[in-house]
């Protein structure tokens, strides 16, 4: 039989579902703020990432465009980032943002 304990779906449960939707929320309209905000060097994501393989000791890897919105990854098996149409076209801000931060997972 399955049970769900009453304290453990009202401190646990619910409070993180309205975490999770609210930080969502958030990350949703903070990255539509900043895709509207042109990167001083004019650069896309893959520009971004062979500057900053140029100029840190990061050994470059392959940068491929994967479909989609916030789907930005980096796969650790193929030793490949995956930024989403969004950060591959546009020269925002959030997109020199978000391959800065996934070249911070290869570096890890």
Do not use: C
């Amino acid at each position: 039989m399955f049970y769900i304990d009453p304290v453990y779906f009202w401190f646990v449960l619910i409070p993180t579902l309205l975490i999770s939707i609210g930080v969502q929320i958030y990350l949703k309209r903070t990255l539509s703020n900043w895709n509207e905000v042109r990167n001083g060097q004019g650069l896309v994501g893959p520009q971004v990432a062979q500057q900053l393989f140029d100029r840190t000791s990061l050994q470059p890897i392959r940068v491929e465009r994967v479909s989609g919105t916030m789907t930005d990854h980096f796969d650790p098996g193929a030793n490949v980032v995956r930024l989403s149409d969004p950060v591959s076209k546009r020269n925002s801000v959030a997109s020199m943002a978000i391959t800065a931060h996934e070249l911070g997972h290869v570096q890890q």
